[in-house]
């Protein structure tokens, strides 16, 4: 048995090199109030002391006198048990205990299969099995948790581990049916005003001068004479292979369901697909857009705008549209003509295009062809349809735009699909708890979340 002794008691430890792992795990268990210095130089006597078991062989016991050893084993050859005698963890009958035995037994060769004292050490709930009982009951293999398909689509939380995006409507209050347009013109965004949606504070923009951030929501916009416009880092990026994420302006006069001011700040994630646009069968999502997801945090508010048309995404070189005094402005020794390639209404339609632009906007500028996949392909992508959904604002938003709406706390409540998994050694490093049947169950495949 493994229990906690008194500092500066002997290492005396005796175990077969199946069950090292096992005492390690132990022995940081019961050491882990100590604190990182006790545990450490703990584990080390005691790695110490089984390489010697290990190397002495099954039955050999050997001691380290270190001063901070902190574990006691008990010494005795290891048996292999017959498949008749087993540990069992979970039953379905306590009068029967051993006969209604389920899947949850100790594994045959582990630390608690090994005898009564170890299978009791392991759980208050733990019954020895001998042969005079009944054999474990199997388990129907339709009972035994299998891995689910492999989804085809993006999953909303295919993105950075420390900040998810979660849903805040199930996936069949999805809106489906609305398109997406681009642009950058550099305007203050009206999202920067106060009394702007429901929000910690508004949007913050940029002084253009200096390209510092403005905590003064009243400064008037560049666009008409003034000295704050919208943030070069307002610009799209990539987050994963799938995943991009950005700012937008909504437009409000359409049949998407977005309603104008009260929007400021909600984020939204939009889905790609692959409809066309039916006047003419232009356009949409060129097919390595399609299924790429987009969050956006709602900047602007498009008041000019109907029928489907549901987010004018922030891109540079996008097209300046009516208001092309403002980058011009912000931006000392461009012309207005470098922020579009003179083409308010669509904006650049090469990458080479972005060269033109200021440096700190051309990433953003690429992003529109290497990942947007802009006019790839007889005319795609150009204003592509989106199904969209809003969602609790990931960090990696909000750090840019310091505007945080005030439900997202209170309304993030997520639908999820399940399952039980192993549990992945980046938990149990932090844990050190392992459950005993985790070898019954699917692994994490980490490769597959890229």
């Known amino acids: 048995r493994v229990y906690k002794a008194r500092p500066n008691f002997s290492v005396i430890a005796c175990a077969s090199a199946a069950h090292t792992e096992m005492v390690r795990r132990q022995l940081a268990f019961l050491v882990g109030g100590i604190g990182a210095v006790g545990v450490f130089n ?86 020895w099995c001998t042969g005079d009982a009944a054999t474990p009951t199997p388990v129907p293999a339709a009972l035994v948790p299998q891995p689910s398909p492999q989804e085809t689509g993006p999953s909303t939380v295919d993105i950075a581990p420390h900040s998810p995006v979660s849903s805040l409507t199930t996936s069949k209050e999805w809106i489906h049916g609305t398109w997406t347009t681009g642009y950058w013109d550099c305007c203050k965004p009206s999202c920067s005003w106060a009394g702007k949606g429901q929000v910690n504070k508004p949007v913050l923009s940029c002084d253009t001068h200096t390209g510092e951030k403005l905590f003064d929501p009243n400064v008037k916009s560049v666009c008409d004479g003034g000295s704050s416009a919208s943030c070069a880092d307002n610009k799209p ?23 104008g001011d009260e929007n400021c700040g909600q984020c939204y994630e ?23 997801s987009m969050v956006v945090q709602v900047t602007n508010i498009g008041q000019d705008v109907t029928g489907e048309h549901s987010f004018d995404l922030q891109i540079p070189g996008a097209g300046q549209g009516i208001f092309d005094s403002g980058c011009a402005a912000q931006f000392d020794g461009f012309s207005k003509e470098d922020f579009d390639c003179a083409n308010k209404y669509g904006g650049c339609n090469e990458k080479k295009g972005c060269a033109r632009l200021p440096e700190a906007l051309r990433s953003g500028c690429e992003w529109r062809y290497d990942w947007y996949h802009w006019l790839e392909g007889q005319g795609k992508t150009n204003n592509p349809y989106v199904n969209f959904r809003r969602v609790q604002c990931p960090k990696q938003i909000t750090d840019i735009s310091w505007s945080v709406p005030l439900d997202d706390g209170k309304t993030n409540n997520p639908y999820v699909n399940f399952r039980r998994v192993q549990c992945p050694k980046q938990i149990t490093d932090i844990s050190w708890s392992v459950p005993l049947d985790d070898h019954l169950f699917p692994a994490i495949d980490l490769d597959a979340y890229d």
Request: a negative charge; hydrophobic letters at 35%; proline letters at 3%.
């Open 42 to 127: 703990a584990a080390a006597a005691v790695a110490a002391a089984l390489q010697q078991c290990e190397s002495a062989g099954d039955a050999q016991c050997s001691s380290d006198g270190r001063d901070h050893a902190m574990l006691q084993v008990k010494s005795g050859k290891v048996e292999k048990m017959s498949d008749s005698v087993f540990c069992c963890f979970a039953f379905d009958d306590a009068s029967d205990k051993c006969g209604s035995c389920h899947a949850s037994t100790a594994q045959p060769g582990s630390f608690c299969a090994t005898s009564e004292d170890y299978c009791k050490s392991c759980s208050p709930h733990a019954v």
């Open 237 to 259: 990026f990539i987050v994963k292979r799938r995943l991009s994420m950005g700012f937008a302006a909504a437009a409000v006069s359409g049949n998407s369901g977005l309603t």
């Open 270 to 292: 939009l889905k790609f697909t692959d409809e066309i646009h039916p006047n003419g069968n232009w356009g949409g999502s060129h097919p390595d857009l399609v299924n790429k």
